[in-house]
């Protein structure tokens, strides 16, 4: 290859691998968006039996959901900011714990931690909110 | 302190391979956007370095982004002049046939002291003696001094030199470099002949070495530093310290003993 050709090449590959890394960072938002949907399910089964009144279904529902957390987490790790995948890992374990104490605050520990997972996978969007 | 000392080997490596990309110019002669890229290179960097809760990825990828951004700029740079001048500016004439151009120092807030000190820095005191000044786009100045001014080269003497070039390195601390002897017709039999005429059995006992374009070959073989009495380091200082040590070595006149 000619060295006047060589400014060219890097410049391909250079602007490939920013549509290849683009490609991939909607690749893992998609997957994040299915797992934080996974658990958001599995946490709204909670509240649905906490309204029946079923204590044991709720913290079952729980226990499963965090069981996923915690076998996504590492993964997640690698691109995602470590303080917000700690945040989701606490309001499930406070959810866990209340539940199985049977608090009256459970409910909004459920609430709290469908939440930060529903953020999960929009504070990645390449959106104007996010970019600014 | 394990995994920061990791992050800072991998985002090491990765700015010097970014670095090397983005080419020679970028720590010689910075161009406004390079300049821009250098500074937010070492900050992106630190982030992810000092921050273990930030995922590594997020900072190179913040490296990466930053190199497709230098290299596309100066790739557009080198395919337009237009675009070159717009990014980088265009060379201002700032001094012209001895005087300063007061317009141009106005457009470029650049004062004449600051211009007085380029010049005295160049060689140049006097103004007068300077045909032209040109403000580069890297910040640099150029000075044409008139000609009366200019160092007598051998031509304006009339005297004919001959071509100089550039000498081959053949051993460069005792590798042999193959690619240039093959490239002047040489081989390493004749190398072998030519180290061991300079009293060198092995070329890996040979510092430097070099043939220039006159055919004169150069050799200097490891351990053998600056002639003896030479202003620094060497043998000589070396030989002159351990004398200076040896029992019984008569000590300078008006020094204490070491």
């Known amino acids: ?132 | 302190m394990l995994i920061v000392f990791v992050r800072v080997i991998i985002l090491y490596v990765t700015l010097l391979v970014f670095l090397r990309i983005l080419g020679k110019r970028q720590v010689t002669t910075l161009q406004p956007y390079e300049l821009v890229t250098l500074i937010l290179f070492a900050d992106i960097a630190a982030i992810p370095m000092a921050d273990t809760g930030t995922p590594l990825v997020n900072g190179l990828a913040g490296v990466f982004a930053l190199l497709v951004a230098s290299f596309t700029v100066s790739y557009i740079t080198l395919k337009s002049s237009r675009a070159r001048a717009i990014i980088s500016g265009r060379p201002t004439v700032v001094v012209a046939n001895g005087r300063i151009v007061e317009d141009a120092m106005l457009e470029l807030r650049y004062n004449v002291n600051d211009l007085l000190e380029q010049l005295r820095i160049g060689g140049y005191p006097n103004v007068q003696d300077v045909e032209f000044a040109v403000l580069e786009t890297n910040g640099q100045l150029s000075i044409v001094p008139k000609s009366q001014h200019r160092p007598v080269t051998p031509a304006d003497l009339g005297v004919a030199t001959s071509y100089e070039g550039l000498p081959t390195p053949l051993v460069v601390d005792g590798e042999i470099d193959y690619g240039n002897l093959a490239r002047i017709g040489l081989d390493a039999a004749w190398l072998r002949q030519q180290i061991r005429a300079h009293g060198v059995d092995d070329p890996r006992g040979v510092l430097y070495a070099t043939l220039d374009t006159q055919g004169r070959f150069f050799c200097q073989p490891k351990g053998h530093g600056a002639p003896a009495g030479s202003p620094k380091g060497g043998v000589g200082r070396e030989r002159a310290r351990r004398n200076r040590h040896a029992p019984g070595a008569a000590q300078p006149e008006g020094r204490a003993p070491a």
């Open chain 1, 1 to 132: 290859m000619k060295r006047s050709r060589v400014s060219d090449l890097i410049f391909i590959v250079l602007w490939l691998l920013a549509a290849l890394g683009a490609l991939g960072e909607y690749w893992l938002i998609g997957g994040q968006t299915a797992l934080a949907q996974g658990l958001g399910g599995q946490l709204e089964g909670a509240v649905r039996a906490l309204d029946a009144g079923d204590w044991a279904l709720a913290r079952e529902h729980v226990v499963q959901a965090r069981d996923q957390w915690e076998r996504a987490r590492p993964r997640l790790a690698l691109y995602t900011g470590h303080a917000q995948l700690q945040a989701i890992s606490e309001a499930l374990l406070e959810a866990e714990t209340l539940l199985a104490a049977q608090s009256t605050q459970a409910r909004s520990s459920l609430a709290l931690a469908r939440d930060r997972l529903r953020e999960l996978p929009e504070r990645q969007r390449p959106l104007l909110d996010n970019i600014f």
